[in-house]
């Protein structure tokens, strides 16, 4: 049984990385023995220390337009917030006018109905008057 288990765990386990293998070409010189490899170059100090100071300079330089364009843009976000609580003041009193107007609006239509109604009332009044005038003579 505990052969099973353990059978069990070497299935379970993951295989081990095989790593390639380079081969070195070794060359043989004119007496037969082995060359040493050349060693790589080393890199240029002086290039790359020139080129990595016009990359920070170009990289200064975009970091500073950078710069400007979120002052020229944070300059056109303070005047906003003035120009919103500016805009809401004035909203707030359109509207309280506005609800005013309405309200006097009403009272002229009812100012407007009440007149019709008392002219209307006028006309009934004469009219009788001149029935009961009239039947009189």
Do not use: H
Not at 43 to 69: G, H, S
Not at 127 to 132: A, G, Y
């Amino acid at each position: 049984m505990a052969d099973a288990a353990q059978d069990t765990k070497k299935q379970e386990t993951k295989p081990r990385r095989e790593y390639e293998k380079t081969e070195v070409k070794l060359e043989k010189g004119p007496d037969g023995k082995y060359i040493k490899p050349k060693e790589p170059e080393k890199p240029d100090e002086k290039a790359y220390e020139i080129e990595k100071a016009a990359f920070d300079k170009k990289l200064e330089a975009l970091r500073e337009k950078v710069r400007k364009l979120s002052d020229t843009i944070n300059k056109a976000q303070d005047g906003k917030e003035d120009y919103e609580a500016k805009k809401k003041t004035l909203q707030d009193d359109f509207e309280t006018a506005k609800g005013k107007f309405d309200e006097l609006r009403n009272k002229q239509f009812e100012l407007i109905n009440q007149i019709k109604a008392q002219n209307q009332q006028a006309k009934e009044n004469k009219r009788n008057f001149l029935l009961l005038f009239c039947w009189r003579f």
